[in-house]
């Protein structure tokens, strides 16, 4: 059985939240920009995926954790993005009350 990946729709979702077209995305990323948007367009249709680096200089362009491209719904996504705005402190504080959910 064959999952699909959530990297697609997560990139799209960042990448229209920031307010880019693919084109201006590839560009920020390096690409040429002859080909800026069709690798872009790949990676958002998932014909093919983006390496660990790439994905990595993806999330620092669209301001996201790289697990952000991994969570399988929004609403996981949402709490990875929102940990990830937060201080070293606040993160200890979160993970201290999680900690407490869990008994």
């Known amino acids: 059985m064959s999952?699909?990946?959530?990297i697609p729709v997560r990139l799209k979702e960042a990448r229209t939240r920031k307010e880019?077209?693919?084109?201006?995305?590839g560009e920020l990323l390096g690409l040429e920009?002859?080909?800026?948007?069709?690798r872009m367009n790949q990676y958002e249709r998932g014909?093919?995926?983006?390496?660990?680096?790439?994905?990595?200089?993806l999330a620092d362009i669209l301001e996201v954790p790289v697990a952000y491209f991994y969570c399988e719904d929004k609403l996981?996504?949402?709490?990875?993005?929102?940990?990830?705005?937060l201080g070293p402190e606040?993160?200890?504080?979160l993970?201290?009350?999680i900690e407490t959910l869990k008994s």
């Open 33 to 38: 920009p002859n080909n800026a948007s069709a």
């Open 47 to 57: 014909k093919h995926t983006p390496d660990f680096d790439t994905l990595k200089r």
């Open 3 to 6: 999952l699909i990946s959530p």
């Open 95 to 97: 993970l201290a009350f």
């Open 20 to 25: 880019l077209t693919q084109q201006q995305l």
């Open 76 to 85: 996981e996504a949402a709490i990875v993005e929102a940990v990830h705005r």
């Open 90 to 93: 606040q993160k200890l504080a």
